[in-house]
T-cell receptor
């Protein structure tokens, strides 16, 4: 069973700041990692995927992966109130099945 | 269709009743997944379909839960003799096949057992 751990938060940051979201996973053999954003009452939407050690940037979002430490993070630069949501970390298993963390709630204060 | 469609969007049922939840995947997507999300929790995998077969049903929590899929089309998740702990949002997702990248979720069915 793959375990994915996240701090539930809430993480509060002021508008314009960098939000840093963290995730650890238990299965050292995991290869593929994903970040989903979930607004209250809505279904999750995929925002980033990362497969290799290092950083992957997409607009204001940067995903970071350290397989040796079994650690994935998501940085959101220039945070906006519209970024306020719960961020779910997911690890892919067999047959494209995902193991999700319980999510970190982010509040961006205007 | 253009997206993953789920119905009903909300369902309130009495404890002990059976419920059926429906998922209509994106046209052409052969892989279909059911997840459950309890309030304030992450998503729990329930079952995976490839076509109309279910290679992985390891997440079904008890024998009260079953699912079927017709060809590469609609899937139904059935919960028999519902219990209060079954209250959750049930999410369906589909992908082109099982090798794909992150998939698209439907809007979910919020099930409340009273």
């Amino acid at each position: 069973q793959k375990e994915v751990e996240q701090n539930s938060g809430p993480l509060s940051v002021p508008e314009g700041a960098i939000a840093s979201l963290n995730c650890t996973y238990s299965d050292r053999g995991s290869q593929s990692f994903f970040w989903y954003r979930q607004y209250s009452g809505k279904s999750p939407e995929l925002i980033m995927s990362i497969y290799s050690n290092g950083d992957k940037e997409d607009g204001r979002f940067t995903a970071q992966l350290n397989k040796a430490s079994q650690y994935v993070s998501l940085l959101i630069r220039d945070s906006q109130p519209s970024d306020s949501a719960t961020y779910l970390c997911a690890v892919r298993g067999n047959f494209n099945k995902f193991y999700f963390g319980s999510g970190t709630k982010l509040n961006v204060k205007p | 269709g253009a997206g993953v469609s789920q119905s009903p969007s909300n369902k309130v049922t009495e404890k002990g009743k059976d419920v059926e939840l429906r998922c209509d995947p994106i046209s052409g997507h052969t892989a279909l997944y059911w997840y459950r999300q309890r309030l304030g929790q992450g998503l729990e995998f329930l079952i995976y379909f490839q076509g109309n077969s279910a290679p992985d049903k390891s997440g079904l929590p008890s024998d009260r839960f079953s699912a079927e899929r017709t060809g590469e089309s609609v899937s139904t998740l059935t919960i028999q003799r519902t219990q209060q702990e079954d209250s959750a949002v049930y999410l369906c997702a589909s992908s082109l096949d099982w090798t794909g990248d992150g998939y698209t979720f439907g809007s979910g069915t919020r099930l409340t057992v009273v």
